[in-house]
C-alpha cells in the first residue's frame, strides 16, 4: 500500500525514526509526568492515565517535532531560516526551536489567534506574519515566503521528521506505562492534522500493539472520522467553528492519514460544552491549565465516547496555550 | 549536639531513612517534573530549576511524610485509625494516605481553611473536626482525641518519619538535576514547621554538599530565621497574618530545627506582593497552578533575596491547594 515513489519526506516514518528523534530532543524537551486521580477512577470504575503534556517547554507536544526537524537543517538552510504557518502552537514550537538552533524563524499566523499564542511567538524572538483565517490562503502566503527569502518549510504535520518527532510522546507514554507494569485498553489523542496520533499510534504499534488508539476530534471538524469511514481524505465544512483553536484544521494530511488510515482503531467527537467541562475537571483534579484544544480526549473519556468501566485508559493532554482572561473565567465557576 | 536521650521519633532521620522513605512511596507518589523556562533565566542572568512539586497526589509533598508514616503504622494502630492537624495540605495527605492503607483518618483543621483544602479533605473520606485558629488551640483538640479513641498522631512535620518522608524530595531533586550534569549553587525552599527543608537539606548534605539549602519565609512569619540568628527556637507575633496559609506555623520545630540549625546557610522573607507576582509568573511561564505558600522560594529569586547572577539555583513550588475564585483573580490579571 505504501506508494514508493512520494517523496522522502511524504512517507511515514519508521519506528526507529522515533527513537532517533527522543535521542536528539532529549536535552531541550521535558519529560511530562503521567498522573492518575482516585476520584476520577472511582467515578469512571476506571483507570486513568493523564500525559500532562502542557507542561512541555512552549507549552505543547509541537516542540517534540519541531526541534526534531529544526535539529536536521544543513548549515546552508540554517543560515537563510525556516517558515511555518500554524496557529499558534507549532508557531511557539518552531520559534523556539530556531533560537535554539541559532536560526531564524517566520511564523504564518492568523490574525484571531489567541493573544498568549501572539505573545509566546514573539518572545522567541520569531518575526510574525498575520494573515484573515477565513479569506486568505496561509499556504500561499507562506509559499511566496519560501521563494522570496528561500525559506525551509516546517509544515505542522505532514512531514515524517514532525511525525517521528510527536512520536516520542508515545514512547514516552508507553514507558512510563512500563514502569507502573501497566498496559492500556485504549489510547485517546486530539487529532487536528492527525500528527501527533499518528506518531503515537507509530510508536504503540511497536511497543504495546494491543492498545486501541483512538481519535478525538471537535464536532464539526470529523474529518478524520469521515476519512477513516470513507478510506479517502475528506474535507470539513468551511462554516464549521469551535473553541479547539488548535484542531481547527480541514482535511487530514497526506501522510498523517497514510498512517492513521492503517493505524487507528476509530475517532469520536465532543462539542465545545463537554470540552469546557473537561478543562474544569483538569484543573480540578490535577491543577493542570489546558487548553480546550487539548483536553479532547479527557473529554471523550468523561462522556463515554468509548467504553471505559474496567478498562485501562490513556489521554494525552496536549496544550495549555489559553489566554489569562479565558482561562481565569472557566476557573472561576470549576465545581469543587 | 544530638541529644541521646530524646524518643526515638525527636531525633533527626539518618539519611538511609529517606532511602527507604522512597522505597515506601514510589507506587502512589509522582516524579513530579523539574521544568525550566528560558525567558526566566535570561531575565535573571542565571540558570532557574523549578520542582514542581504541586503535581503531587493530593496537590502537595506532604503526601511524601504522611504515607512514609501510616505506612509504618502496626496492625492495632492501623484498627485504630490516626489524627492529625493542617491547614490543609497535611490534612489531605494524611486523608489520602489512610484511605490508601486502609485506616479512618480524623483531621482537626481551622475554620478558615481555604474551601479546596476542606472539601480535598473530605473526599478523601476523612472525618473533620473543626476549630478557631485564632481563639482555640488544636494541639489540646488533638491530644483529647487522642485519649479518647487510642488514634495515632500524625504531626504536620516533627516526627523523623515525616520528615524522612519530605527529604524524599530532594533526592529526587538531586537525582533530576544530575542527568542533567547540573549541580546547584543554592536551593530554596518554603519554610513552615520546617519538614520539608529539613528533609531537604538531609538529602543535598550526603547528595550535593556544596549546595546552600536557604529557607524562604512570609514577612511576620521569620520564626526560623530569627531563630537560626538566635542559636535558639523563638515564636511569631501572634497578631501576624499572611496570605500563606500553607506556612502559617508559630514555631520551629524541635527536631526540624535540630536538623535546620545545622544544616540550612540562613532564610529570607517575601511579602504577600511578592508572592501575588510569583504566582503569576508561574502561571505565565509554566501555567502551573500555585498556592501562595507553594511559591515562596520563587518569590525570594524574582526579587534577587539572594545572589542570583551567574548561579544555578533550584526552587521548590510545594503546593497547589488554592480556591478556583482565589486563583481565577490572580491570573485575570497575569502578564501576558
Known sequence: MMPADKPWHLQPPEYSEIEAAAVRIAAVCVETPLLESA?????LGARLFVKAEGLQRTGSFKLRGAFN?????DAAERARGVVAYSSGNHAQAVAAAAQMIGTHAVIVMPTDAPLAKLAGTRRFGA??????R??????????RLMQQRGLVLV???????????AGTLGCELALQLRERDMALDALL?????????????TAFAQLSPATAVMAVEPL?????????????????????RTICDALM???PGEVTFEINRRLLSGAVQVSDAEVITAMRVAWDEFRLTVEPGGVVALAAVLNQRISVAGNTIGVVLTGSNIDPKAFSAMIATAGM
Open 249 to 251: 484544521v480541514s482535511t
Open 69 to 73: 526537524r529544526l535539529s536536521q537543517l
Open 220 to 240: 464539526g471538524f470529523d474529518d478524520t472520522a469521515r476519512s477513516l469511514a470513507a478510506g479517502q481524505r475528506l474535507t470539513n465544512d468551511t462554516g464549521a
Open 189 to 201: 489523542v486530539g487529532c487536528g492534522g492527525g500528527g501527533l496520533i499518528a506518531g503515537c499510534a
Open 39 to 43: 476520584t476520577l477512577n472511582q467515578r
Open 127 to 132: 518575526e510574525i506574519v498575520q494573515y484573515d
Open 155 to 165: 509544515p505542522p504535520f505532514d512531514d515524517r521528521r514532525i511525525i517521528a518527532g
Open 134 to 143: 477565513y479569506t486568505e490562503d496561509r499556504v500561499a502566503i507562506t509559499e
